[in-house]
């Protein structure tokens, strides 16, 4: 992962392309001003996430790196996909735009929409409108 200018470089520049979408993205803020209190707190480092008998040296498998995290702490395992439904999950229940999140977490509208969408909170509203006027008439014209 680099980070450049607020943006999130999702794919190493020496990874290759997978069919797997890995777009980059603008960091939010309050995630900027924690990599940016990291920097200050460990200027000699290279990279967020560390090996950590080897300094300066990335993490190749952030798969293995979560699962050795979860084992010291003693906690239940987790993915950086769990991390990344978790993230889809809180947004769309929060009330953000199904598109935007497609685009922001490179994934389809499709799985947006199967997977996320009855969690906003607006989730079939103008349904829930039509289904309370029905069997009442409407007001004739003369």
Same mark, same amino acid.
């Given at each position: 992962?680099?980070?450049?200018?607020?943006?999130?470089?999702?794919?190493? *520049?020496?990874?290759?392309?997978?069919?797997?979408? $890995?777009?980059?993205?603008?960091?939010?803020?309050? #995630?900027?001003? +924690? =990599? /940016?209190?990291?920097?200050?707190?460990?200027? *000699?480092?290279?990279?967020?996430?560390?090996?950590? $008998?080897?300094?300066?040296?990335?993490?190749?498998? #952030?798969?293995? +790196? =979560? /699962?050795?995290?979860?084992?010291?702490?003693?906690?239940?395992?987790?993915?950086?996909?769990?991390?990344?439904?978790?993230?889809?999950?809180?947004?769309?229940?929060?009330?953000?735009?199904?598109?935007?999140?497609?685009?922001?977490?490179?994934?389809?509208?499709?799985?947006?929409?199967?997977?996320?969408?009855?969690?906003?909170?607006?989730?079939?509203?103008?349904?829930?409108?039509?289904?309370?006027?029905?069997?009442?008439?409407?007001?004739?014209?003369s």
């Open positions: 992962m680099e980070l450049t200018m607020e943006i999130w470089h999702r794919r190493g *520049s020496k990874e290759k392309a997978t069919k797997k979408l $890995r777009n980059d993205h603008r960091i939010p803020g309050r #995630i900027r001003l +924690a =990599l /940016d209190r990291w920097k200050r707190m460990f200027p *000699s480092s290279t990279y967020v996430v560390e090996h950590p $008998r080897r300094p300066n040296t990335a993490i190749q498998d #952030i798969g293995q +790196a =979560l /699962d050795g995290a979860c084992k010291r702490l003693g906690i239940e395992r987790i993915t950086p996909h769990t991390i990344k439904h978790t993230a889809i999950t809180l947004f769309i229940s929060g009330g953000g735009d199904p598109l935007l999140a497609a685009e922001y977490f490179s994934t389809s509208f499709a799985t947006i929409q199967k997977n996320y969408l009855h969690l906003a909170p607006d989730h079939q509203a103008p349904a829930l409108v039509s289904l309370r006027r029905l069997g009442k008439r409407q007001p004739r014209k």
